[in-house]
């Protein structure tokens, strides 16, 4: 009788996706291009541990293990390049807070 009390796999490192295409596309400006290292992240056996570790040292920026970092934390998608929306600017909210409590 075997018993397996635990496993340990083997992974060649040099054929993770991150890897085996360009790396700069884990830093890519363009929406479109994050996206794509996203998806190329999903079947990565790396992923929850390259995910950790960038929770972890608070990662920059870049795609790592599947998500989006942003200045050391995790966001939902990377927006583009370019002026932020009149109504998603701090300044406006501010202004139109002020206007509010003039009136």
């Not at 496993?7 to 479109?32: G, Q």
Request: hydrophobic share 40%; glycine share 8%.
């Amino acid at each position: 009788m075997l018993l397996v009390i635990d496993t340990i796999a083997v992974i060649d490192v040099e054929t993770t996706p991150c890897r085996e295409n360009d790396a700069e596309l884990w830093f890519a400006e363009s929406t479109h291009e994050v996206e794509r290292a996203k998806a190329l992240c999903g079947p990565c056996p790396l992923q929850a541990a390259c995910l950790a570790g960038a929770v972890e040292r608070a990662e920059p920026w870049g795609v790592w293990g599947g998500e989006v970092f942003i200045g050391g934390v995790i966001v939902a998608t990377k927006r583009g390049r370019g002026r932020p929306r009149k109504e998603d600017s701090i300044e406006t909210r501010e202004l139109d807070e002020v206007e509010s409590s003039a009136a």
